[in-house]
């Protein structure tokens, strides 16, 4: 029992210095971003961003008034966008094309500047998960049935009255996520070392592993595809750089994983934030995980060619 011990407070210190090193990575990323779109937001950039783009969001099916949607969520976290979608009148088909090109392409400036740490360019991943989302909205809106009922119930998004005020409640808002940065990012890093040092991590990948050729990846990628679907790109990142950096995978590999990903990361939690507004589950998970097999294979074709 002592030696098990021992070798749990090793995993633990092993794990202690680079989850430091990779937790100030992410919020040296993370702080700065979230206040700068927040003052973009405060100031009416995203408002004006959003009108020359009516017109298309048209196209797809969906009010003008959407636009504003999906460039909040561009810039920021999932609740964002939620938040905004609730202080507009949609029906439930326009809510289900919307929430799919919100769970791709979110709170990109920070996710995108993680995979490129992995060997993902930054605006090569921009470029494509901005590219899937209208690809994928333009799918929908040829194969979804009507849904006339609205969707969830309106809210009033929430103000500042000055900038002062604004920067204040980033702070707050700031170190509850610093806390929570520490918490996930060190924890995932001493399970990891774990599973290396008791030789499981062969065992809980080994079952996944048919899975990953499906959707055309590496048997290596197995725990990062696990990770990913749990916690996302932002915490997950932090696993896939320590990979990288120790050669547990490659930064080829690495590439299908972000890029896989990126259509379908945190596909338990995101998908239920829609899910308990009345969205189905099975639109926003079977639509995403069907783009990231295509994007995978899609890749390694020109990759051959």
């Keep these: 029992m002592k030696r098990f011990l021992l070798r749990i407070l090793g995993c633990v210190r092993g794990a202690l210095p680079k989850a430091g090193k990779l937790c100030l990575w992410l919020m040296k990323i993370i702080l700065p971003i979230s206040l700068l779109v927040r003052l973009l937001q405060y100031w009416g950039v995203i408002d004006y961003i959003s009108k020359y783009l009516e017109p298309l969001f048209n196209f797809i099916g969906l009010p003008g008034e959407s636009a504003i949607v999906f460039?909040?969520?561009c810039f920021l976290p999932l609740y964002a966008p939620i938040a905004v979608m609730t202080s507009i009148v949609l029906t439930m088909r326009e809510a289900t094309i919307l929430a799919i090109m919100c769970l791709i392409s979110h709170n990109l400036p920070v996710e995108c500047a993680i995979t490129h740490k992995t060997g993902s360019p930054f605006w090569r991943m921009v470029l494509l998960r901005v590219a899937m989302?209208?690809?994928?909205?333009?799918c929908l809106n040829w194969v979804l049935p009507a849904y006339p009922e609205l969707f969830g119930m309106i809210t009033q998004p929430e103000t500042y009255e000055s900038v002062w005020a604004l920067v204040k409640s980033w702070g707050v808002t700031s170190i509850s996520l610093i806390f929570t940065i520490i918490l996930i990012?060190?924890?995932?890093?001493?399970?990891?070392?774990?599973?290396?040092?008791?030789?499981l991590l062969d065992k809980i990948s080994a079952p996944v592993a048919p899975i990953m050729r499906f959707f055309g990846m590496s048997d290596k990628a197995s725990f990062l595809w696990i990770v990913g679907?749990?916690?996302g790109l932002s915490y997950g990142g932090a696993i896939m750089v320590d990979m990288v950096d120790n050669s547990k995978i490659?930064?080829?590999?690495?590439h299908y994983v972000n890029?896989?990903?990126?259509m379908s990361h945190s596909l338990i939690e995101d998908t239920l934030l829609f899910v308990v507004l009345g969205i189905s589950v099975w639109w926003i998970m079977g639509t995403r995980l069907v783009f990231a097999l295509i994007v995978v294979w899609a890749m390694r074709f020109f990759k051959r060619l």
């Design 71 to 73: 460039i909040t969520s």
């Design 133 to 138: 989302s209208f690809v994928a909205a333009i």
């Design 185 to 199: 990012v060190t924890g995932l890093m001493t399970l990891h070392r774990i599973l290396e040092e008791f030789k």
């Design 229 to 231: 679907n749990l916690v």
């Design 250 to 254: 490659s930064k080829s590999e690495a």
């Design 259 to 262: 890029s896989h990903l990126s």
